[in-house]
Every structure is written in C-alpha cells, then in structure tokens.
C-alpha cells in the first residue's frame, strides 16, 4: 500500500461553466501523476468532500462550494495540507481578489466595491466610469450573467439592480481596459508558465472576449507578465493558478482576472506533470518540516 494517501476533490459542476469535462480532465490526469509517483489517491465529489467522506490528511483540490470552502480551511487549521488553500479559493471570489490585489500594488483596473442597491449612476460619472465591467463580488462565476459589460453609467445601474433582485448583495465594478486579451497558466515552484490569445483559438466560457475583439499582436514583456502573475498567486495564496490580463497600446500589462485551478485545457498535458511534481515537493517540504520538529 501507497504510504503517501490523498484525496482529490473534483470541482462542482455549477462552478464549472461550459468547462465541466476540462476541469474534471485536468484533476483525472494529475491524480494519475501522483499515481505514477507512488501515491495512493482517491477521488471524491465536492458533496463527498462536505459531507465528511474525506479522511486523508494531504487534499488536492478544485473546490468552489462555499461548505467546501469553509471545510478545507477547517481541515488546514488542524494541520492538513490542501492545496490550493481553503483560504486562497476564497481570496479569489471578486471583492476579496479586487482589495488584495489593489492593495498589493499588483496592475489591476481601476475598480469600485459597491452594494447592489446603491445608486452609482453618479459615482460613475464622476469618477470618468464609461465602458466597464460589474461582477458579483460574494463569488466565483458560475453564470454568464454574473459578469456584465456596460457602456454607460445608466445601463450600469440597470445591471446593478438585477443583481439585487437576484439575491446578490455586493459588486465589483471594473474600468474596461483597451487592448489586447492575454489568458495564462501558472505553477508556484515550477518554471511553468503558459499564455495565449483566448480571441485567437476560440477559446471561451461565453464569448466575452469578443469585447475586447481581434487581437493586435502588441508587444510586450513576457517575464513582467510571469512576475505580476506569480506576485498575484502570492499574494493570494493560490498555488496553481490562471486568468486574464490585458496588453495596452503602449504595452501595459493589468490582470483582470485571476482563478484558482483553472482547467489548463489548451496546455493540459504539459501542466498535468508540473502540477503532480510541485504537489510532491510540498508534501516533501511538510514532511520535512513535521520531521525537523
């Protein structure tokens, strides 16, 4: 028998939009990874996970459910180790993402955390608010309409009000930047670092990079892009992670977006083995650690 037993947490389907097969693909593979290194490695659904089914101490995971959330963070406090966090999944829900990264200084939009059912028409004038994006800020995606594009400060107000009557309470609102729309992949610990345009390869949960249209190929500095991304994951405490930035005319980088295990789909077969190796060096570290004490 395997010495080293983990459990290996799939992703809700509802947190999976229109990506429920690459998301379950990319866990399927690197459990197989782990297999591969000599580990034992069961799988379980987030609703296994909630209602107890997991006793392994070492959990891999692509959890969203707000339970499971709260479940992986109780598991951590008593010593296991979860990657990615608990309390990293829950940094990247959008209020929380939008105060650490502005407060980190990582480029990021110029953004407004409001309640839904605040009046922002004015706010938004003022502040030279016209294209922008709102997000639900309590959580991850899970609808297409939980993300808005919006021209103008009145169709603002519009969408903010939806949301309220929909149950949601806060929002984020994002100045719309200009240029060219970057997607990326990353591995804290490894060299791995991938990116490409989602426009180009139709590449899409639901046809929003259309907005930002076709790509112009501006110049820019890929190991910025690697640095902010990696200080973003950091200051997140999300170890395996992705999103989307946006390259300016004059070269800018500013993430927009930033997830906690993404699907990795275009470059799944080359992340599959660094994401298996960086979750063996971390068991390695703690063991270490325990050991030393």
């Not at 800020?137 to 309220?164: C, I, N, P």
């Amino acid at each position: 028998m395997a010495e080293i037993k983990i459990a290996a947490i799939k992703r809700a389907g509802a947190f999976s939009p229109n990506h429920i097969g690459n998301d379950t693909a990319i866990l399927n593979i690197v459990a197989e990874q782990l297999r591969k290194r000599g580990c034992e490695v069961n799988v379980y659904s987030e609703d296994q996970f909630a209602e107890g089914a997991v006793s392994e101490r070492i959990i891999v995971n692509m959890c969203r459910e707000y339970r499971s959330i709260r479940k992986l963070q109780q598991k951590e406090d008593e010593g296991c180790l979860v990657i990615n966090s608990g309390y990293g999944i829950e940094n990247c829900t959008r209020e929380r993402m939008t105060r650490i990264l502005l407060g980190s200084n990582i480029p990021y939009p110029d953004s407004l955390i409001v309640n839904t059912d605040e009046a922002v028409r004015d706010i938004l004038v003022r502040a030279r608010y016209e294209h922008c994006w709102i997000k639900r800020g309590d959580s991850h995606t899970m609808h297409k309409e939980d993300v808005s594009y919006v021209r103008h400060a009145e169709e603002a107000q519009e969408v903010l009000q939806e949301y309220f009557l929909r149950g949601i309470k806060r929002a984020v609102i994002n100045r719309h930047l200009v240029g060219d729309l970057i997607k990326f992949y990353g591995i804290s610990g490894t060299p791995f670092f991938y990116w490409f345009y989602p426009f180009m390869v139709d590449h899409s949960k639901y046809g929003m990079e259309s907005v930002n249209g076709e790509v112009s190929g501006i110049k820019f500095n890929v190991a910025y892009l690697k640095k902010i991304c990696q200080e973003a994951a950091d200051a997140l405490d999300v170890r395996i992670y992705g999103g989307d930035c946006i390259v300016s005319p004059e070269g800018e980088i500013r993430i927009i977006d930033f997830n906690d295990w993404p699907s990795f789909a275009p470059c799944r077969a080359e992340a599959a083995p660094q994401i298996a190796k960086a979750i063996m060096a971390e068991i390695k570290r703690c063991n270490g650690a325990a050991a030393a004490r």
